[in-house]
C-alpha cells in the first residue's frame, strides 16, 4: 500500500512538475488569463482544474493502454497517420521553443536577480539537464519528486502571509470593465490547451511505463488538484492588488519582496526549479521523438537538442514568450478538443 501511495504521489508531482514553468512562478500568465478577471477568475481556475484533472489523466490512460514509446505515437493514434505526422512536426517545434524559452529563463534570473552573466545561467542548467537526462524518465521523476515540494512549501506560505481577505471575492471596477469582451469565457480553456501542448513529452511516456491503470488515475487527479490549488493562491494573492500588479513582469515578486529576505530567496529557488523541471521534461520528449525517428545515439541526439536550444535561447525571454506562446495555444486546444472527445482504447 505504501509503494501505491509513493508511485501515486510520483506521478502526481511529475504532473504538477512539468506543467508549471516561469510563466506560472512568476504569475504573469496567471494574472493574464484569470485575476484580470477578479471573482470570474476565480470560476475559470475551477474550470481548467477539472480539466486538468480530466484530460490529464486521460492523456496518460490512453498512452498506457496504446503503449506508445514517445508523443510521435501518441499523436499517430489521437490524429490519424496523415495529420499525426503534422502534429508531431508542430509539437517538436512547440518543445524546442518552449525548452529554449526555458533556458533563456534560467539566464534570466542570473542575471537580473544574482548579477551574474546570462550566459552562465544558461550553460549550468544545460549541464544539470544532462546529468538528469542520462537517467531519463526515472531522473526526470526524482527531480520532481524533490522540487515540487519546495514549490508546495513557497505556496503555503504564500497562502498565510500574502493572501488578504479583499483577494478572495475581490472584484473593483477596473476588472468589471474587462469582463465586456468576453475573453474571460475562453481563458480557462486556452490556458488549460496551452499546458496540453507539451506536457505530453512527459505524460505520455510516463502513462505507457506506468503498470497500474488506477495509480495512474489517482496520480492525475492529485496532480490536477495541486495545479488548481496553486493557482487559486497566487490569484488571490494578486487579486488584492490589481491593477497596480499589471505594471509588474513579475508580479509575483513584487509580492514576496514585502515578506522578507528569506521567502524571496525562496521565490528565486522555486522560480528556478519551475524553470528547470519544465526544461528536462520538454529535453526528455524532443529526444525520444527524435531516437524513434532515426537510429541515432541517445547521448549525440541528446546533445543536439541542447545546443539547438541553446542557440534558439539567445532570441532572448520576451522575444520568445511573445511569438511562440500564440502558436502553442492553436496546437494545444486542438488536442484538448480530440482528447475531450475521442474514446480510450479499449484494454
Known amino acids: 500500500?505504501?509503494?501505491?501511495?509513493?508511485?501515486?504521489?510520483?506521478?502526481?508531482?511529475?504532473?504538477?512538475?512539468?506543467?508549471?514553468?516561469?510563466?506560472?512562478?512568476?504569475?504573469?500568465?496567471?494574472?493574464?488569463?484569470?485575476?484580470?478577471?477578479?471573482?470570474?477568475?476565480?470560476?475559470?481556475?475551477?474550470?481548467s482544474t477539472l480539466l486538468f484533472m480530466w484530460l490529464g489523466t486521460k492523456m496518460m490512460l490512453y498512452a498506457h493502454r496504446i503503449q506508445a514509446f514517445s508523443y510521435q505515437e501518441f499523436n499517430d493514434h489521437l490524429f490519424g497517420r496523415v495529420f499525426g505526422k503534422v502534429a508531431n512536426l508542430l509539437t517538436l517545434l512547440i518543445l524546442l521553443g518552449v525548452t529554449a524559452v526555458m533556458l533563456s529563463g534560467t539566464g534570466s534570473i542570473f542575471a537580473e536577480q544574482l548579477q551574474l552573466p546570462y550566459q552562465l545561467g544558461i550553460v549550468i542548467s544545460i549541464g544539470?539537464?544532462?546529468?538528469?537526462?542520462?537517467?531519463?524518465?526515472?531522473?526526470?521523476?526524482?527531480?520532481?519528486a524533490l522540487v515540487v515540494p519546495m514549490i508546495l512549501l513557497f505556496t503555503s506560505l504564500i497562502a498565510f502571509r500574502a493572501i488578504e481577505p479583499e483577494?478572495?471575492?475581490?472584484?473593483?471596477?477596473?476588472?468589471?470593465?474587462?469582463?465586456?469582451?468576453?475573453?474571460?469565457?475562453?481563458s480557462p480553456f486556452i490556458y488549460a490547451a496551452l499546458n496540453f501542448a507539451f506536457i505530453q513529452a512527459v505524460m505520455v511516456p510516463l502513462g505507457s511505463e506506468v503498470r497500474e491503470e488506477s495509480i495512474l488515475k489517482w496520480g492525475g487527479i492529485w496532480g490536477g488538484i495541486g495545479l488548481g490549488a496553486m493557482l487559486l493562491i497566487y490569484h488571490f494573492?494578486?487579486?488584492?492588488?490589481?491593477?497596480?500588479?499589471?505594471?509588474?513582469?513579475?508580479?509575483?515578486?513584487?509580492?514576496v519582496h514585502d515578506l522578507g529576505p528569506f521567502l524571496h530567496v525562496l521565490f528565486l529557488l522555486v522560480i528556478y526549479g519551475e524553470i528547470f523541471t519544465t526544461l528536462i521534461g520538454n529535453v526528455f520528449g524532443v529526444t525520444r521523438q527524435l531516437q524513434s525517428l532515426y537510429k541515432v545515439p541517445k547521448n549525440a541526439t541528446l546533445f543536439a537538442v541542447l545546443l539547438a536550444c541553446f542557440l534558439i535561447s539567445q532570441a532572448g525571454f520576451a522575444s520568445l514568450l511573445t511569438y511562440l506562446y500564440p502558436i502553442f495555444g492553436y496546437v494545444g486546444m486542438l488536442l484538448l478538443l480530440l482528447l475531450a472527445f475521442r474514446r480510450l482504447p479499449k484494454r
Request: hydrophobic share 50%; net charge negative; no cysteine.
Open 237 to 255: 494573492a494578486m487579486n488584492s492588488r490589481m491593477p497596480e500588479m499589471l505594471g509588474y513582469d513579475i508580479p509575483m515578486a513584487e509580492i
Open 128 to 144: 544539470l539537464s544532462y546529468l538528469v537526462m542520462t537517467k531519463e524518465m526515472n531522473g526526470i521523476v526524482i527531480v520532481n
Open 1 to 47: 500500500m505504501n509503494d501505491r501511495w509513493v508511485k501515486i504521489f510520483q506521478i502526481a508531482v511529475t504532473y504538477i512538475g512539468t506543467v508549471v514553468g516561469a510563466g506560472f512562478a512568476s504569475g504573469q500568465s496567471i494574472m493574464q488569463f484569470f485575476t484580470l478577471y477578479g471573482t470570474v477568475g476565480t470560476v475559470g481556475i475551477i474550470v
Open 167 to 186: 483577494g478572495l471575492l475581490g472584484l473593483n471596477h477596473w476588472q468589471l470593465q474587462q469582463l465586456g469582451d468576453y475573453h474571460w469565457v475562453l
